[in-house]
């Protein structure tokens, strides 16, 4: 009952520096997504996939790539992570957009210094 | 666009009941739903609702009226675990280009607060 895997669940980074957080899923999902979580803002929407090798901006993509090579797979990528990026970064899935419920992973928490 | 307006915090005691109210703006529609998510955790599933009345699980309970574009969450016997925030979230099937895809949009959370 793996559920979402996010990975790491902690990471601090220097301004400029590159890192990629993976999501994992186990439940067959189709629909996935990557949000930020910053105090009194709620969560928004960075990137979502609808399937296997597509891709899409949500509400926030600036600054940030996406890759859905695996259906199980939602790599998030900071090409060269800014202060402005520290956040909680929460992925979730869902089996298709007709389904009530979202899953979330536990969230990585990222500090930008 | 799309925006869905939630208020910021709400507090009530032990026992009591509160109503946490949510409007939306989207330029779709595909439901409602509402998540909790306790201090340091992820977001969990609460309710769902696709057509308009009430949709009742437990001590909790969700509304949804299409025509007003308004929801709302209706916690009853209120405990202290309770003490947490609350998203409103659609679905809108669509996106700027009116292409069928499903993303998935939260308001900006209520915290509740139970005191004893």
């Known amino acids: 009952n793996a559920g979402v895997t996010q990975t790491p669940k902690f990471r601090v980074l220097k301004t400029g520096q590159s890192m990629t957080l993976l999501c994992a899923q186990d439940m067959n999902h189709e629909y996935m997504y990557w949000y930020r979580q910053d105090p009194g803002m709620g969560l928004r929407l960075i990137h979502y996939?609808?399937?296997?090798?597509?891709?899409a901006k949500g509400e926030v993509p600036d600054g940030y790539n996406v890759s859905r090579l695996k259906k199980q797979n939602f790599l998030l990528g900071l090409e060269s992570a800014a202060p402005s990026q520290t956040s909680v970064y929460f992925c979730?899935?869902?089996?298709?957009?007709?389904?009530?419920?979202?899953?979330f992973g536990q969230g990585t928490r990222l500090t930008v210094v | 666009g799309q925006s869905l307006e939630q208020p910021s915090e709400v507090t009530a005691v032990e026992g009591a009941i509160v109503q946490i109210n949510c409007t939306y703006q989207t330029s779709g529609f595909y439901g409602l739903s509402w998540y909790q998510q306790h201090d340091g955790g992820a977001p969990t599933f609460l309710s769902y609702?696709?057509?308009?009345g009430l949709e009742e699980t437990g001590r909790f309970s969700s509304f949804l009226s299409r025509s007003d574009s308004y929801g709302y969450l209706l916690l009853q016997e209120l405990q202290m675990k309770d003490s947490a925030s609350y998203f409103c979230a659609v679905r809108d099937p669509r996106d700027d280009r009116g292409s069928t895809l499903g993303r998935l949009y939260f308001g900006r959370g209520t915290q509740l607060t139970v005191w004893p």
């Open positions: 996939s609808v399937g296997e090798g597509t891709t």
């Open positions: 609702n696709a057509l308009d």
């Open positions: 979730a899935s869902s089996l298709d957009r007709g389904r009530r419920e979202a899953f």
